[in-house]
T-cell receptor
Framework: EAQVTQNPRYLITVTGKKLTVTCSQNMNHEYMSWYRQDPGLGLRQIYY???????DKGDVPEGYKVSRKEKRNFPLILESPSPNQTSLYFCASSLSSDRASTDTQYFGPGTRLTVL | QKEVEQDPGPLSVPEGAIVSLNCTYSNSAFQYFMWYRQYSRKGPELLMY????GNKEDGRFTAQVDKSSKYISLFIRDSQPSDSATYLC????????????FGGGTRLMVKP
């Protein structure tokens, strides 16, 4: 089954404790992206990747890191989480980086993160 | 002021009604306009996209873009309870997937 998986789905942590949210897609997609969703603010892009070893900042990259060492995986790293990073996080992928805005982006199920 | 404004709702309509969902924006460089649907506890899914101004129809859904007014709309005809979801507009000045700007979403409830 074609899908985007994220782990963990729920995470409660404390300020300053490094964490990684994994994202994996099995569709051989070029483009992958991370978003955070906060009430009333819609989705805001954190980082995106056009292909292996090619990543770039989105709208709200501060406090986050990503890597794309393999085509299928795009982990999101919070080196020192803070309470303002409490949010719902979505990973997404689409087939072609050239048409990533208008191609169907397949979203993962979301990770609800709480930073105390 | 946010770059993309969308009434959060909730918008409650009876089954069979015509629904109109709207977004306004301020960045005149936006050329690609998308509508996403998000069911509760799920990720968003792309419904439709439009390039530049004009209309696009897909089944019961019609997307309209008026660039002169910086206003986009999604119409749903013969609305069904299964259309109950949050609808997010999104827009970009390019098709490369970067800097996709989303509205806050409108929650729609279609009552049987």
């Amino acid at each position: 089954e074609a899908q985007v998986t994220q782990n963990p789905r729920y995470l409660i942590t404390v300020t300053g404790k490094k964490l990684t949210v994994t994202c994996s897609q099995n569709m051989n997609h070029e483009y992958m992206s991370w978003y955070r969703q906060d009430p009333g603010l819609g989705l805001r892009q954190i980082y995106y990747s056009m292909n292996v070893e090619v990543t770039d900042k989105g709208d709200v990259p501060e406090g986050y890191k990503v890597s794309r060492k393999e085509k299928r995986n795009f982990p999101l790293i919070l080196e020192s989480p803070s309470p303002n990073q409490t949010s719902l996080y979505f990973c997404a992928s689409s087939l072609s980086s050239d048409r990533a805005s208008t191609d169907t982006q397949y979203f993962g199920p979301g990770t609800r993160l709480t930073v105390l | 002021q946010k770059e993309v404004e969308q009434d959060p709702g909730p918008l409650s309509v009876p089954e069979g009604a015509i629904v109109s969902l709207n977004c306004t924006y301020s960045n005149s460089a936006f050329q690609y306009f998308m509508w996403y649907r998000q069911y509760s506890r799920k990720g968003p899914e792309l419904l439709m996209y439009t390039y530049s101004s004009g209309n696009k129809e897909d089944g019961r859904f019609t997307a309209q873009v008026d660039k002169s007014s910086k206003y986009i709309s999604l119409f749903i005809r013969d609305s069904q309870p299964s259309d109950s979801a949050t609808y997010l507009c999104a827009m970009s000045d390019n098709n490369a997937g970067n800097m996709l700007t989303f509205g806050g979403g409108t929650r729609l409830m279609v009552k049987p």
